[in-house]
T-cell receptor, first 112, second 114 residues
Framework: ETGVTQTPRHLVMGMTNKKSLKCEQHLGHNAMYWYKQSAKKPLELMFVYNFKEQTENNSVPSRFSPECPNSSHLFLHLHTLQPEDSALYLC???????????FGPGTRLTVT | DAKTTQPPSMDCAEGRAANLPCNHSTISGNEYVYWYRQIHSQGPQYIIHGLKNNETNEMASLIITEDRKSSTLILPHATLRDTAVYYCIVRSLIYGGATNKLIFGTGTLLAVQP
């Protein structure tokens, strides 16, 4: 595997479910990001991790819980989501300067 | 970070040069101009960035005006695969902390026509 991978690519979940999105980067980067892209809206930055430490939480509701166990892996734990949380969730990584961010293909999430 | 303004959409004929403008009139001296693109339902892809000199790589050229208040991304020979939303982003190059983040706007939808 090369670049940034995300699993699953598609996820349908009910509002009472708990699920997790996984991101893995094979680029040796030390910063990782979660973005959300709702239909017809710009990408919204959710979280930033530098060297496994969270450095940015862009006022994200607590039903989204990120986890960064090491510099190569990033998770987004989901629980009691709302239908308006349906979106494309994108993971990215970069060197610490963040000049060039590499994005994964995204997870298309539908909350029913 | 400075705000950017881009046209919502543009058309370009296949094989011709695509010139995508971006206005960033409030840019400050330490802020760079970045361009990314997002092909439908994929993650964004970095294209190029620059401070004040024109830049060129294998994907595109970036022309920044002398006063740095606007820039143009040039795809020299557009193909159908270049159809995407193109984002112009301005941010400073500060190392570490919470500042290595990108703020995406609505971008320009470039439609390359056969």
């Amino acid at each position: 595997e090369t670049g940034v991978t995300q699993t699953p690519r598609h996820l349908v979940m009910g509002m009472t479910n708990k699920k997790s999105l996984k991101c893995e980067q094979h680029l040796g980067h030390n910063a990782m990001y979660w973005y959300k892209q709702s239909a017809k809206k710009p990408l919204e930055l959710m979280f930033v991790y530098n060297f496994k430490e969270q450095t940015e939480n862009n006022s994200v509701p607590s039903r989204f819980s990120p986890e960064c166990p090491n510099s190569s892996h990033l998770f987004l734990h989901l629980h009691t989501l709302q239908p308006e949380d349906s979106a494309l969730y994108l993971c990215a990584s970069s060197q610490l300067t963040g000049v060039e961010q590499y994005f994964g293909p995204g997870t298309r999430l539908t909350v029913t | 970070d400075a705000k950017t303004t881009q046209p919502p959409s543009m058309d370009c004929a296949e094989g011709r040069a695509a010139n995508l403008p971006c206005n960033h009139s409030t840019i400050s001296g330490n802020e760079y101009v970045y361009w990314y693109r997002q092909i439908h339902s994929q993650g964004p892809q970095y294209i190029i960035h620059g401070l004040k000199n024109n830049e060129t790589n294998e994907m595109a050229s970036l022309i920044i005006t002398e006063d740095r208040k606007s820039s143009t991304l040039i795809l020299p020979h557009a193909t159908l695969r270049d159809t995407a939303v193109y984002y112009c982003i301005v941010r400073s190059l500060i190392y570490g902390g919470a500042t290595n983040k990108l703020i995406f706007g609505t971008g320009t939808l470039l439609a390359v026509q056969p």
